[in-house]
């Protein structure tokens, strides 16, 4: 199952919650993250968090979402948005129409910088928590209305 993680920046959140979605799948999901204004580089605190977590950080960039949206991209199931901006754009027509959820959290690379390690740390929290939840569940099983159910549940959880 391919999922993409969007935000405006495809800084901080989205690659919080991709390399949790690969770290902790197991390879039951492939996940991917892109922005609709790619900062062009990845947040270092990302970075400094995921690695002290046991993340493999290698590869990580900063990436538009129209790199997935053309033509031989992989085909998603799910898109989930991790900020608010990138939950109400519009998004580009994505192959196969994959389904929508919003996990929204606050923006850690708008922290002061001796509130980031704490703001990043909350984020990744939250994430997590997401990212565990919708990953306890045999999500290779459901049917498109039960996934999307599956992801708007898993949204509520802080």
């Given at each position: 199952m391919n999922i993409l993680v969007l935000c405006?920046?495809?800084?901080?959140?989205s690659i919080l919650l991709e390399s949790l979605l690969n770290h902790l799948g197991q390879g039951r999901v492939t996940a991917y993250s892109a922005g609709s204004q790619p900062a062009g580089r990845v947040h270092?605190?990302?970075?400094?968090?995921?690695?002290?977590?046991?993340?493999?950080v290698a590869g990580f960039r900063s990436k538009s979402w129209d790199e997935f949206a053309a033509q031989g991209a992989p085909q998603m199931a799910a898109v989930i948005t991790v900020c608010g901006s990138a939950a109400g754009e519009t998004c580009p027509i994505w192959p196969g129409a994959p389904l929508r959820a919003h996990w929204g959290v606050e923006d850690p690379a708008a922290a002061t910088p001796d509130q980031a390690p704490e703001?990043?740390?909350?984020?990744?929290?939250?994430l997590r928590r997401r990212a565990e939840a919708f990953l306890a569940e045999d999500i290779s099983?459901?049917?498109d209305a039960q996934l999307s159910?599956?992801?708007?549940?898993?949204a509520a959880l802080s």
């Open positions: 405006t920046g495809n800084s901080a959140r270092p605190q990302s970075l400094a968090l995921l690695a002290a977590k046991g993340h493999d703001a990043f740390a909350q984020a990744y929290a939250i099983r459901m049917n159910a599956h992801l708007t549940s898993c």
